[in-house]
């Protein structure tokens, strides 16, 4: 059974196709997820149904309790998620902020700790509407404040680089040539994990914009199931976005589905598994056939259910497919 086209079209309205989870816009990639799955009385209704894009869904059905590894997603904390934007797409901050008067921000004429006060780690506006304003100023302003972001990433002080971090984001997307390979790179290094976060998220936007810019050794290391869970959730991503592009990127899964440690193997797993839901085209036959023959129950199952589905699709190009 699965949810009726009434409860869909109800569930996708309420939340505006944002994901529940990590709030961003899916459109078309959104899937709808059983809080409390049907082996387990769960029922096809409003109640127990989270929209969620692919990505979190992923992470949503992942987590394996014979061996728990981090915290998993409790069906009443999926609950609280979906209530709480349903809550907020009720009354949507986009459309409060179209009859709003505009954000006065600090020009960076005065380069200060007065833009550092307007910018927050909690809310992404901040950074998101300094960077619009940012992006009507000439290329010598322009370059002046990039300089100045830059150097900030250097502070001590650990807040202070999460939020420039987030700027850097903003700006990368603004304004993609101004933002240094080099400034990722070392973001990518940083202590704190939401500043190497963001490096993964930069590496995502240029896995659209420039894909021949990404490093794969660095990305591969944010990607890593030994970094923490708000890093290798957007740097996988950032590799399956590449993997059109630069297919080379599927050596490093097939690397890590050899790997002795089952966490590595799973994690591989699992992403080759995302790829196959939904470019299966892009997965190797040979590759395939390998993890259909292995002895690890979770890669066997995985490769033999997309063996099945890359024989049937053979060479078409993308489009839904229905998940396994």
């Known amino acids: 059974m699965s949810f009726s ?12 196709r944002h994901c529940c989870l990590c709030h961003r816009f899916a459109g078309t990639k959104m899937e709808i997820h059983h809080i409390t799955p049907l082996e387990q009385g769960g029922s096809d209704t409003e109640e127990n149904a989270i929209p969620l894009c692919f990505d979190c869904h992923a992470e949503v059905a ?7 590894k981090g915290r998993r997603f409790a069906a009443a904390e999926l609950r609280k998620h979906r209530d709480q934007w ?10 409060a902020a179209a009859n709003s008067a505009p954000m006065r921000l600090p020009l960076p004429a005065v380069l200060n700790d007065r833009i550092l006060g ?37 502070a001590e002080d650990e807040e202070t680089r999460w939020k420039l971090a987030l700027l850097v984001e903003e700006l990368l997307l603004w304004d993609p040539d101004i933002v240094s390979p080099q400034v990722i790179e070392k973001m990518s290094a940083d202590s704190c994990f939401a500043v190497r976060s963001s ?21 591969a290391d944010l990607a ?16 399956l976005r ?67 589905l890359r024989k049937a699709v053979g060479e078409k190009p993308y489009r839904d497919y229905s998940p396994f």
């Open 242 to 308: 590449l993997a059109r592009a630069r297919p080379v990127v599927m050596s490093i899964f097939e690397r890590d589905l050899w790997d002795r440690d089952k966490d590595v193997r799973e994690h591989a797993t699992g992403a080759i598994r995302r790829l196959a839901q939904t470019e299966p085209e892009l997965v190797p036959m040979e590759l395939l056939t390998r993890m259909a023959s292995s002895d690890d129950p979770f890669v066997k199952d995985t490769g033999q259910k997309a063996l099945a």
């Open 86 to 95: 349903f809550a907020i797409c009720r009354n949507p901050p986009w459309s």
């Open 224 to 239: 890593s199931c030994r970094e923490d869970w708000y890093v290798y959730t957007p740097a996988v991503s950032a590799l």
């Open 62 to 68: 992942a987590y394996n309790p014979k061996h728990p």
């Open 5 to 16: 086209a009434e409860t869909a079209e109800q569930v996708l309205a309420a939340c505006h």
């Open 199 to 219: 490096a993964a998220m930069c590496y995502y936007y240029l896995a659209r914009l420039a894909p021949a810019s990404v490093p794969l050794d660095i990305l």
């Open 118 to 154: 307007v910018l927050r780690v909690d809310d992404r506006r901040p950074a998101q509407a300094l960077a619009e304003a940012f992006a009507r100023l000439d290329r010598a302003q322009r370059k002046a404040l990039a300089k100045w972001v830059f150097d900030g990433l250097l």
